[in-house]
């Protein structure tokens, strides 16, 4: 394999991973969205809802720091390959912050990987 076709596989897996940590956490939001109306509708008291509501605020938390990490890891990566002087430099269909001008990707949740072959910054 050539350093190019690994940062591409490392790249489709960190968007992977990415989509992933999203996912979990936009499911763990409408999980401890929906938790104090089925509370009420089910005629408990806050008492009893309180330990899954604090479970599932726990777990909001604990994903938005994975989340943050992931974010880390991406910047990260991102700046060895340019330090590599590799193409691949970031994956996914949605612009980066730093893609001036944007390079026009739409917003599309948890869609399949694409490799976006520009590095931001040499155009």
């Not at 340019?82 to 739409?106: C, Q, W």
Request: aromatic share 2%; net charge negative.
């Amino acid at each position: 394999m050539t350093r190019n076709s690994i940062s591409e596989s490392v790249a489709a897996r960190l968007h992977s991973a990415e989509a992933a940590i999203d996912a979990a956490l936009a499911e763990a939001a409408q999980l401890a969205a929906l938790l104090p109306s089925a509370r009420a509708e089910a005629y408990l008291s806050a008492v009893t809802g309180q330990k899954a509501f604090d479970g599932a605020a726990a777990s909001i938390a604990a994903l938005t720091e994975a989340r943050s990490r992931m974010v880390d890891t991406h910047n990260t990566l991102a700046a060895l390959a340019r330090k590599m002087g590799l193409d691949t430099a970031a994956v996914g269909i949605l612009d980066k912050p730093e893609d001036e001008p944007p390079h026009g990707g739409g917003v599309k949740a948890f869609a399949p990987p694409e490799v976006n072959k520009v590095l931001a910054g040499s155009l």
